[in-house]
C-alpha cells in the first residue's frame, strides 16, 4: 500500500474527526484540532481545484443536492428573519465542500475516501486505549445516573464515531486483511474489543444499538466462500458481544438500565414528545419551513425551551434528522434530502453487489439510527461517510484501476 501526501491528510482527516472537541491555543483563540486537520487538507486539495467540475460528470446530481438544501435553508432564513440580514448555514457549507473535496479526491485516487474512514478507525482506535487508561474521561449526573464522557463529546456523537471506527476496523482490517499485517490482526482484534466495551459503557442506547445491528449485519453479508474466514467471523464477533454483555449485565449498568426501559416501557428519553411537540408546527411553514433561526421560536412556543452551545442560545434538537429538516426547510428541503440519503444509500447497495464489498453498507447502519434517533446533519463524520459511499458507487472503472 503506497502513501502520499495527499493520503497522509486524509488519514489526518478522519483522525482529527475523532478529536474534535480538543481545541488547541492558536495565537490566543482555541481551534479544534479537528478542524487543523481537515483545513490542512482542504489546503492541499485546493491544488486540484481545476478538475472540480469534473465531479459532476462522473458522479451526476447528487453531490449538488446537500448544496440546493443549503441555499433552500438560506432562503427560507432568510424570510423568517429579515432582521438578522442573509444568514447562512456555514456549518452545512463547509461540510459540504469537504465532501466535495473528497470526491475530487477520489477522481485521482480511487483509495483517497477510504484513507480517511482508516483515519478514523485510528482515531478510534486511540481513543478507547485513551478510554481504557482513563485519560479524558469526565462524569455527568443525569436523571439515567453518571454518564461517562470523553473530552466533553456528547457519549452519542462520540459512540457513532467508534461505531464509524468499529466498521473499518472489522470488516478492512480484520476480515479483509486489505492492510496485509498478517498475525499483527490480532492487535485489532484486541481494539475491536475495546471499541464495543467503550461504546456500552458511555451508555449510548443509539452506539449499542448500531454496534449489535452491525455485528449481526457483517454475517449476513459476509460473502467469503472459505468457511474457516466465516468462523472467524463468529468467533470475533462473539469475543466482542460476550464482552459487551459481561458490562451490560453488571446491576450498575446504565445501559442496561437504559436499555431495559425502552423495551419494556418504550422510553426514549422524551423523543417521543419531542416529535409530538415539533409535529405540531410542521404545517404552519410547509414549503420552506422555519429556518435555523425561526427553529428557536418553535421550540420555544412547543414548550421545549432552548439550549446554549458555545455561549449561543439554540432550538432544542428534535433529535430526528428528518424531522428537523422538514421544519427547517420545509417540503421543498425535505424533498431534496430525501433524494441525496436514498441516492447515498443505493450506492452502498450497489458496491455490495458490483464488487463485493459490505463496508458501506455496514456503514449506512450508524446513518440510518442515527437520522431517526439523534442529530447527525452538521456532523462532519455524516459528510466524510456519504463522499465514501458515492465515491464505491460512481467511480469509473477506469479510475479504480489508478
Not at 457519549?155 to 479483509?176: D, E, F, H
Not at 474457516?228 to 451490560?248: A, E, N, Q, R, S
Request: aromatic share 12%.
Amino acid at each position: 500500500m503506497q502513501l502520499n501526501l495527499y493520503r497522509y491528510a486524509a488519514i489526518g482527516v478522519g483522525f482529527g474527526t475523532c478529536f474534535a472537541s480538543i481545541n488547541i491555543n492558536v495565537m490566543g483563540r482555541p481551534i479544534s484540532l479537528g478542524l487543523i486537520f481537515s483545513f490542512f487538507y482542504l489546503l492541499l486539495m485546493l491544488l486540484k481545484v481545476n478538475q472540480i467540475g469534473r465531479i459532476f460528470e462522473i458522479y451526476g446530481f447528487v453531490p449538488l443536492l446537500p448544496f440546493l438544501f443549503i441555499f433552500t435553508l438560506a432562503i427560507s432564513d432568510t424570510l423568517n428573519a429579515p432582521y438578522a440580514g442573509v444568514f447562512f448555514p456555514t456549518t452545512l457549507l463547509a461540510n459540504w465542500f469537504l465532501m466535495i473535496f473528497i470526491l475530487n479526491h477520489s477522481l485521482d485516487d480511487s483509495s483517497g475516501p477510504i484513507f480517511i474512514l482508516y483515519g478514523c478507525s485510528l482515531g478510534t482506535s486511540v481513543l478507547t486505549i485513551l478510554f481504557l487508561f482513563g485519560v479524558g474521561i469526565e462524569y455527568n449526573v443525569t436523571r439515567d445516573g453518571v454518564r461517562v464522557l470523553m473530552f466533553g463529546c456528547n457519549p452519542n456523537l462520540m459512540s457513532i464515531i467508534i461505531s464509524v471506527g468499529a466498521v473499518i476496523l472489522l470488516n478492512k482490517v480484520i476480515i479483509q486483511n486489505i492492510l496485509k499485517i498478517g498475525i499483527f490482526r490480532l492487535i485489532a482484534i484486541f481494539l475491536l474489543i475495546l471499541h464495543y466495551s467503550t461504546v456500552f459503557i458511555l451508555a449510548s442506547r443509539t452506539g449499542a444499538i448500531i454496534l449489535i445491528g452491525v455485528s449481526f449485519a457483517s454475517v449476513v453479508l459476509y460473502n467469503d466462500k472459505k468457511t474457516i474466514g466465516k468462523h472467524l467471523l463468529v468467533l470475533l464477533l462473539c469475543i466482542g458481544m460476550c464482552c459487551c454483555l459481561f458490562y451490560f449485565l453488571q446491576s450498575d449498568s446504565i445501559i442496561a438500565n437504559r436499555l431495559g426501559k425502552t423495551i419494556a416501557d418504550g422510553e426514549t428519553s422524551g423523543r417521543t414528545d419531542i416529535w409530538l411537540a415539533y409535529l405540531n408546527f410542521v404545517f404552519e411553514q410547509p414549503v420552506l419551513g422555519f429556518g435555523n433561526t425561526g427553529l428557536l421560536d418553535v421550540s420555544l412556543r412547543a414548550g421545549l425551551g432552548s439550549i446554549e452551545i458555545n455561549g449561543q442560545t439554540t432550538a432544542f434538537s428534535p433529535h430526528n434528522v428528518l424531522l428537523e429538516i422538514l421544519l427547517i426547510s420545509g417540503g421543498v428541503g425535505f424533498v431534496i434530502m430525501t433524494l441525496f440519503f436514498v441516492n447515498v444509500f443505493l450506492c452502498g447497495i450497489r458496491a455490495f453487489f458490483k464488487q463485493k464489498d459490505s463496508t458501506p453498507i455496514l456503514l449506512s447502519i450508524p446513518l440510518i439510527v442515527t437520522m431517526l434517533s439523534g442529530q447527525l446533519l452538521s456532523q462532519k463524520i455524516a459528510w466524510i461517510v456519504y463522499a465514501y459511499m458515492i465515491s464505491t458507487c460512481f467511480v469509473p472503472e477506469k479510475l479504480k484501476n489508478n
